[in-house]
């Protein structure tokens, strides 16, 4: 059975509207505001032009939020990790481990050891200002304590996807 269209537009306004404004708020701290908006619109254009072939994507998100990044990247001349993305993500546009898994499709524990991975990365920073050689001694790197435990939460976006690919499985 092929999905009804009405089911195929409301998930991908879903989509939309779960996405759209982190979407944008990425794409402004790393492009000038119109080119933030451009960024963001292209890549909605191009969701919607291959909605069928997204929602029969193992993770939409994922897919979606990977062809954004690169398209930020090739427009600011710089590509960031997925370390740094999150750390922005969390700690300078304040979304939640659940909303960052959400907008890129990965799991919160993924969400949650890139921000681990970044706090390291900061300690390191912090204890070697500048670059260093090979320390005779092994040296010890405070670990933070554990601030959260990852929590399963379905994506409000999934049932609406399950049952758009339900129907493309039928066709």
């Known amino acids: 059975m092929k999905p009804s269209l009405a089911v195929l537009t409301n998930a991908y ?7 759209r404004r982190a979407y944008h708020a990425y794409a ?3 492009l000038p505001s119109e080119e933030a908006q451009i ?10 032009s ?13 897919w979606a939020w990977q062809r954004f990044t690169q398209t930020v990247a090739r427009r600011s001349g710089r590509t960031s990790t997925a370390v740094e993305d999150t750390h922005l993500l969390h700690h300078k546009l304040l979304l939640s481990i659940d909303q960052i898994a959400t907008v890129t499709g990965d799991e919160p524990a993924t969400v949650c050891a890139r921000l681990a991975a970044a706090r390291r990365e900061q300690t390191l920073d912090r204890t070697f200002p500048a670059p260093v050689s090979v320390p005779a001694a092994p040296v010890s790197v405070p670990v933070p304590a554990r ?3 990852p929590v399963a939460v379905r994506d409000p976006l ?13 066709e």
Do not use: C, M, N
Not at 13 to 19: M, N, Q, R, S, V
Not at 158 to 170: K, P, V, Y
């Open 13 to 19: 306004y879903a989509f939309y509207d779960l996405h």
């Open 28 to 30: 402004a701290a790393h």
């Open 39 to 48: 960024a963001t619109s292209k890549l909605f254009e191009t969701v919607a």
């Open 50 to 62: 291959t909605w069928t072939s997204v929602v029969a994507e193992r993770r939409p998100s994922a």
């Open 147 to 149: 601030e959260f435990a």
């Open 158 to 170: 999934e049932d609406a996807i399950d049952a758009a690919r339900q129907g493309l499985a039928g």
